[in-house]
C-alpha cells in the first residue's frame, strides 16, 4: 500500500459516510467499476485477478470485477485448511455472478513448509499461532501473483477502509496486491454494497472471520466491533476506551500502510 492510501485512510477518518452520502449504492458501485476499468487499461494489464475466500468483502469485490472485466476476470479459492463451508459461500458467488474461478489447495504446500521452520522457544503461544497463521494469507499473495504474472493480471484485494486503519490484514499477505477497490469503504459500506449487488444472504449475514484458524471472528480478535470502529473512523465518535484502543492500532500498524522506510540520506 502507498503513502498516499495511508494519507488519505487518516485524513478522511471524521467524514461521515462521505463515499455513501455523495453517491448512493448504484452510483457508487459504478464509480468502483470505472475506476478498476480504467486503473487496468492505465497498467497496461489484461484483466484482474482477486481470492475468493466466500466472505462479504471478496465477494463484493469479484462481483464488481466481473463488472468491470467481464471477459478478463479470475476468481481464486484457496483453501489452507480452511472451514469447508467457506469453499461452498465462495463457489456459490462464482456460479451466481458466472465468474470464472480455479481451486488451488494449499494444505500441504503449508504443512511442508511448517515442517521446515525450525522449533523455536516462546513463552506466548498466540504469538505462534499468529505467526503461523500469517502464513495462510502469505500463501494466497504468491498464489494469486502466479497467475497474475501468467496472465497478465492485475491483483486485486479485498481490505476495507475499517481493517487497513487498523492494521487488520497480514503484510505482504492479503496486504500485497496491486490494488484496492474496497480501501475507502467502511465494513457498513461494504455490507450496504454487498446488499444492492446481490450478495447471497448468508454471506453477508455471517460473522466476519480471516479464516486463520477454527471459530476465529474479526470482532473478538480486534477487540472492538466493526460497528464501534466504523462510528469511530467516519465521525469521530467513540466512547474513552474504545477511542484509545483504535487510536493505538492505528498508530501501532503504521508501518503495514507505509512503504518500506529508507535511510535519510543518498550517496548521490
Known sequence: MNVELQASIIATRHDGMGLSAMFGNAKLADAIISWVKEVVANASSKGVVFGLSGGIDSSVVAVLCKRACPESSLGVIMPCHSNETDREHAELVAKKFQIPFAVVVLDSVFDALVKAFPVLREHDDSVARLALANIKPRLRMVTLYYFA?????????SSNRSELSVGYFTK??????????LGNLVKSQVRDLAKYLGIPQVIIDKPPSAGLWEGQTDEVELGVTYHQLDRYLTNGQAEGEIKDKIDSMIAKSAHKRSLPLLPPFWTG
Do not use: C
Not at 504474472?149 to 484485494?157: E, I, M, Q
Not at 505482504?172 to 477497490?181: E, R
Open 149 to 157: 504474472n501468467r496472465l497478465g493480471y492485475l491483483v486485486v484485494g
Open 172 to 181: 505482504y499477505g492479503d496486504g500485497g496486491v496491486d490494488i484496492m477497490p
